[in-house]
């Protein structure tokens, strides 16, 4: 067959067929034919003209250059690749991907043009890098054949659809104080170490999700196994896209890593499906938006952060949300962390002017022994009256009352100062306060809560049942 196939003439030349033709030339009129664009035909390339431990320079390629491209060189270790960061008249600087500069001068260097990542709905379950290849070993991820990476359509503001339908995450104290609409974006706010990770990865196992997309970001590489294994587990794995950026990779890797997790994002958005985004941790691509910008020149502005970090995590966390209609969502939950527990930090102060609610962990709930930390008095979501019933709402604020009341006078309570049956309300604080911080507590091996306000109520029940038993012996 395939001999026959190499003496017939390709149609696509026209005209009769002509017998005597060598089959070498109607090879290569195939070969041609193959290439559908011109462009692949065509190499543009430029030559290294500096090389610093974090920037190239390369001249040559400053007239069809454009800002975000990818460019191919040869490295000693084989092909490496670079992002073009910046365009000047005489030359264009670029970014590797790899740590390690280890491209020398006069290499030549090639154009590659925008980054192509076309997602395809096999890759659920798989663990990607910032360029989407596979990291899990499970070999080579499904393509679309094909199909050329369009650039990310995000809805217009009047086109997408309302937020306004709840769901239960499964974890009782964001259930009951902060519930959450598909589409809503949602940052989880704490120190280093005060337990940002484990609520996500409790978050990621919501069952409310059609698919999940996980993005690591600047994580300290043994974490990213454990998070994926044991706290994920490979029940919500099968669901679930990982793009991992460590925080041992170039800050391209790093910065390139959430751009990836929000194409895929996209791509099983506009399927229909509901998309849970879960990016850990915002800050570390701050961190990464900065290093990069700070290498091409850019002056920073406030604490070290260039003024283009402030514009690009709004273009980010702008792309998530509800799709246009008929599409599904992207409902995206990211961690902050808040330096040095300082809730001012400019990173932290951005992400929270652009969310739609945060979620507040504190180290001294940690401390106690109450996971997950979160203080239900500092934490808010902007859509929670359109999740709460109104009984809901009614309870919650008489809930959030009481608890306010506790923590205000744990100071006069510690001192001893405190006598029951002067003040009625405190008295009930008091009683039932402790009660309602132990039906909170959850762990990542935990079930699910399917109703967490019948949850709570069975508990205090339990709880005041055993006090009366207790007073009445
Ligand atoms: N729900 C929980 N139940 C029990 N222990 C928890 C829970 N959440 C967190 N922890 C404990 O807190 C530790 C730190 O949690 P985690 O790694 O999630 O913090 P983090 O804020 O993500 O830290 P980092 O800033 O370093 O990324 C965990 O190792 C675990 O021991
Ligand atoms: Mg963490």
Redesign the pocket.
């Known amino acids: 067959m395939a001999e026959a196939g190499t003496q017939t003439p390709p149609a696509a030349t026209g005209g009769a067929p002509a017998p005597g033709r060598p089959n070498a030339l109607a090879a290569l009129e195939r070969a041609f034919a193959g290439f559908a664009d011109d462009e692949r035909l065509v190499r543009r390339g430029g030559r290294v003209s500096e090389v610093t431990a974090t920037h190239y320079r390369v001249r040559g390629l400053s007239g069809s250059a454009r800002l975000g491209d990818v460019v191919e060189y040869r490295g000693r270790g084989g092909v490496r690749r670079g992002e073009i960061v910046r365009i000047a008249p005489n030359d264009v600087l670029v970014a590797p991907f790899d740590t390690g500069a280890d491209v020398g001068l006069d290499a030549a260097v090639y154009d590659r043009g925008p980054v192509a990542i076309v997602a395809d709905d096999g890759w659920r379950g798989r663990v990607i890098d910032a360029l989407a290849r596979p990291l899990d070993g499970a070999g080579a991820l499904p393509r679309r054949a094909g199909e050329a990476a369009a650039a990310p359509a995000t809805p217009g503001a009047l086109a997408r659809q309302r937020v306004a339908t709840p769901f239960h995450t499964g974890v009782r104290v964001i259930d009951i104080f902060t519930p959450l609409c598909y589409g809503q974006r949602l940052g989880v706010f704490?120190g280093?170490?005060?337990?940002?990770?484990?609520?996500l990865a409790?978050l990621a196992g919501a069952d409310a999700f059609d698919t999940v997309v996980v993005a690591l970001i600047g994580?300290r590489g043994r974490?990213v196994r454990e998070f994926l294994e044991d706290t994920l587990g490979p029940e919500s794995m099968a669901k679930t896209v990982s793009v991992v950026a460590t925080s041992d990779e170039s800050p391209m890797m790093r910065r390139r890593a959430c751009d990836t997790a929000m194409r895929v994002a996209e791509h099983f958005r506009d399927r229909g499906d509901r998309v849970l985004l879960i990016l850990d941790?915002i800050t570390r691509y701050a961190h990464a938006l900065r290093e990069v910008a700070i290498g091409t020149g850019e002056p920073p502005v406030a604490r070290g952060y260039p003024a283009s970090v402030f514009t690009d995590l709004p273009k980010l966390l702008e792309r998530a949300g509800p799709g246009a209609g008929g599409a599904g969502s992207i409902t995206a939950i990211l961690?902050v962390?808040v330096d040095g527990d300082d809730h001012n930090d400019p990173v932290a102060d951005a992400v929270r002017g652009i969310l739609d609610g945060h979620v507040v962990l504190e180290r001294a709930i940690?401390e106690q022994g109450r996971?997950?930390p979160v203080n239900p008095l500092a934490s808010i979501s902007r859509l929670a009256d359109r999740a709460w019933s109104k009984e809901q709402r009614l309870l919650v604020s008489r809930l959030r009352a009481m608890m306010a009341r506790f923590e205000d006078t744990r100071d006069i309570r510690l001192l001893g100062a405190y006598q029951p049956g002067a003040d009625a309300e405190l008295d009930q604080a008091v009683r039932q306060v402790p009660a309602i911080y132990e039906a909170l507590r959850?762990?990542?091996g935990d079930a699910a809560s399917a109703d967490p306000f019948a949850d709570l109520a069975r508990h205090l029940k339990a709880r005041e049942a055993q006090r009366e038993a207790q007073h009445g012996r």
């Open positions: 704490a280093s170490g005060v337990g940002k990770s484990t609520l409790m994580e974490e941790s961690s962390l940690a996971y997950p959850q762990s990542p």
